[in-house]
């Protein structure tokens, strides 16, 4: 405290009474401002904080949802690929000398009057 303050001496009149009063009232407005506006600030943290979580959660399931969109595409483009394959195979398969040539060479079965002879793929080793 200074000199000044010291000397100074305080009236004790009503309108010193009200003015107190006044700067309680002020002092106790600022004081529920600042618990409301702490409130509200954390309030507000915990909803973005949540909102942060929730979107990371969904990023995370995005990306394995693609990861396994990406695959079953793979295994989409593979059967696809066999199912060109089989009919293929099975146009191939109604023609009558193609299934006649395929049992000639798989199951040796053989025309009127042929001789069938097995010669092993391998060289004799001397």
């Not at 398969?93 to 053989?110: G, K």
Request: proline content about 2%.
């Amino acid at each position: 405290m200074s000199k000044r303050d010291k000397t100074v001496t305080r009236l004790d009149s009503a309108y010193m009474q009200q003015y107190d009063a006044h700067m309680e009232r002020q002092k106790r407005k600022k004081k529920r401002l600042i618990r409301r506006l702490v409130v509200c600030s954390f309030i507000a943290s915990l909803f973005i904080g949540g909102m942060a979580i929730f979107h990371y959660q969904q990023r995370v399931v995005h990306a394995e949802k693609e990861e396994a969109y990406e695959q079953l595409e793979e295994e989409l483009a593979f059967l696809e690929k066999q199912e060109e394959n089989y009919k293929e195979e099975i146009e191939l398969l109604n023609d009558e000398d193609y299934v006649l040539d395929v049992a000639r060479t798989n199951y040796f079965f053989s025309k009127e009057g042929e001789l069938i002879f097995n010669i092993p793929d391998e060289d004799p080793s001397y």
